[in-house]
């Protein structure tokens, strides 16, 4: 069964770096997105992406952020500048954009665990 | 703005019997979806369960179902005959009509007891 895959599983990076989270989601679906769960938190909506370009962004999304689809596969999410409150897991998920409601189900990955210290 | 609460941060259930995880939702829209999504330790999430608001009937995925009460904005999940493979995460989700964005609740722990 197809699914969306992250790596890392686990990035550990100090404050003030660059991380780059990868996420390859399922090949035929176009709607893709990012969230993060801080420990104990709920789990936020950070981005979606369709089409090449932002469909939404939350004010969580903020300059620091950027996400990319650098080819046909993989879609990326940059931290530029990584701040202790930026630890968190980080979700990526994909579903299809049939323009109906019969497949609005979100497929995710199992998440990057990501610790800035 | 829309928000989901699952006041039950953690909930334990003896296998083979019933649990119920609790989820409401604020909303001024008419027209929206809701979702129970499982995450097992280490796993992605996955969907259980999904619910059209316009739909009267509850739904139902062999031992999940749903206690949708649309005017309480409530939508529990109930558990039947539980196994020691329940046992995840859960996390409630809404999802407004015109918007492929869910958003999401705090979620419940299910503990399962052999």
């Known amino acids: 069964e197809p699914e969306v895959t992250q790596t890392p599983s686990h990035q550990v990076t100090q404050m003030g770096q660059e991380v780059i989270l990868r996420c390859v989601p399922i090949?035929?679906?176009?709607?893709f997105y990012w969230y993060r769960q801080i420990l104990g938190q709920k789990v936020e909506f950070l981005v979606s992406?369709?089409?090449?370009?932002?469909?939404?962004k939350s004010e969580i999304f903020d300059d620091q952020f950027s996400v990319e689809r650098p080819d046909g596969s993989n879609f990326t999410l940059k931290i530029r500048s990584t701040k202790l409150e930026d630890s968190a897991m980080y979700f990526c998920?994909?579903?299809?954009?049939?323009?109906?409601?019969?497949?609005?189900?979100?497929?995710f990955g199992q998440g990057t665990r990501l610790t800035v210290v | 703005a829309q928000t989901v609460t699952q006041s039950q941060p953690e909930m334990s259930v003896q296998e083979a019997e019933t649990v119920t995880l609790s989820c409401t939702y604020d909303?001024?829209?008419?027209?929206?979806?809701l979702f129970w999504y499982k995450q097992p330790p280490s796993r992605q999430m996955i969907l259980v369960i999904r619910?059209?608001?316009?739909?009267?009937q509850n739904a139902t995925e062999n031992r999940f179902s749903v206690n949708f009460q649309k005017a309480a904005k409530s939508f529990s999940l109930k558990i039947s005959d539980s196994q020691l493979g329940d046992a995840a995460m859960y996390f409630c989700?809404?999802?407004?009509?015109?918007?492929?964005?869910?958003?999401f609740g705090r979620g419940t722990s299910l503990i399962v007891h052999p």
């Open positions: 998920a994909s579903s299809e954009f049939t323009g109906g409601w019969e497949n609005t189900e979100a497929f």
């Open positions: 992406f369709y089409n090449n370009e932002i469909s939404e």
């Open positions: 619910q059209e608001a316009y739909k009267q």
């Open positions: 909303t001024s829209e008419s027209d929206y979806y």
């Open positions: 989700a809404y999802m407004p009509g015109g918007s492929y964005i869910p958003t």
């Open positions: 090949s035929n679906h176009l709607y």
